[in-house]
């Protein structure tokens, strides 16, 4: 399946949707629940929303942009990212209780295993690195500096992060082979493996940083509170 939309989510299961032909024309659609969400992800013919709740909402996509609630929801926790792996053909959901969830369907979910685990260090957002790009990579982000990482999506390592601020945000960009991870106090961090990080200055000493997006050349964008953006090289 291949993306046709751009999806945002939002508070009281806000979902807006615009085709890529035309960005600037948006489309409220019914989510079926008030529970904020937080994340999308696309793939095996799906779009996967998560929300507060354990919310998983799954739609095949347009015409008619119906949403199904997953019932029961696999976890009470509210999840923060989701992240698919298109050749694993594997959702990935994060959130409270640091423990990944992961489905080939978006209808049967699975917990991971962490080893060892840190059940009181939430999880805020999630990337995947395709095996083409050098070798498959899951990292997950959370508060405490915690970092995930994992080659399945199911077995995760911790690895050292060397900060203690919440990290919020994280992606993998193609162009530069990097994976950046953006939180509190204006942290930066960048990875090619996930596990060795480095941190850089964001300028913004205090800002906390949301989320953060890679390109295909060797960009990143990271946008925060105070309507703060920054870009990374």
């Known amino acids: 399946m291949s993306l046709s939309h751009y999806l945002v989510v939002g508070q009281n299961g806000t979902i807006l949707?615009?085709?890529?032909?035309?960005?600037?024309n948006w489309t409220a659609l019914f989510s079926s629940t008030t529970d904020s969400l937080y994340d999308v992800a696309c793939g095996a013919g799906l779009y996967v929303v998560v929300g507060n709740n354990g919310t998983i909402l799954t739609s095949g996509?347009?015409?008619?942009?119906?949403?199904?609630?997953?019932?029961?929801?696999?976890?009470?926790?509210?999840?923060?990212?989701?992240?698919?792996?298109?050749?694993?053909?594997?959702?990935?959901?994060?959130?409270?209780?640091?423990v990944p969830?992961?489905?080939?369907?978006?209808?049967?979910?699975?917990?991971?295993?962490?080893?060892?685990?840190?059940?009181l260090n939430h999880l805020n957002g999630v990337a995947y690195r395709p095996a083409a790009a050098g070798g498959p990579l899951f990292v997950a982000v959370g508060n405490g500096g915690w970092i995930l990482t994992s080659p399945d999506g199911i077995h995760w390592t911790p690895q050292t992060s060397g900060t203690s601020q919440d990290l919020r945000g994280v992606d993998y960009g193609y162009g530069s082979g990097l994976f950046v991870a953006v939180g509190a106090g204006g942290?930066?961090?960048?990875?090619?493996?996930?596990a060795n990080?480095?941190?850089h200055n964001a300028n913004a000493p205090g800002t906390y940083l949301f989320g953060v997006v890679g390109d295909l050349c060797d960009?990143?964008?990271?946008?925060?509170?105070?309507?703060?953006?920054?870009t990374l090289p």
């Open 61 to 98: 996509g347009p015409p008619g942009w119906g949403w199904t609630p997953l019932s029961p929801a696999p976890t009470p926790e509210n999840l923060r990212g989701v992240a698919y792996a298109p050749d694993l053909g594997l959702f990935v959901a994060v959130g409270w209780g640091g």
């Open 219 to 230: 960009r990143f964008v990271a946008v925060g509170g105070n309507a703060t953006l920054r």
């Open 17 to 24: 949707s615009a085709p890529l032909s035309m960005p600037g």
């Open 101 to 119: 969830l992961y489905s080939a369907n978006g209808a049967a979910w699975s917990f991971g295993t962490v080893n060892p685990p840190n059940p």
């Open 197 to 199: 990080w480095t941190p």
């Open 187 to 194: 942290t930066i961090l960048a990875s090619a493996d996930g």
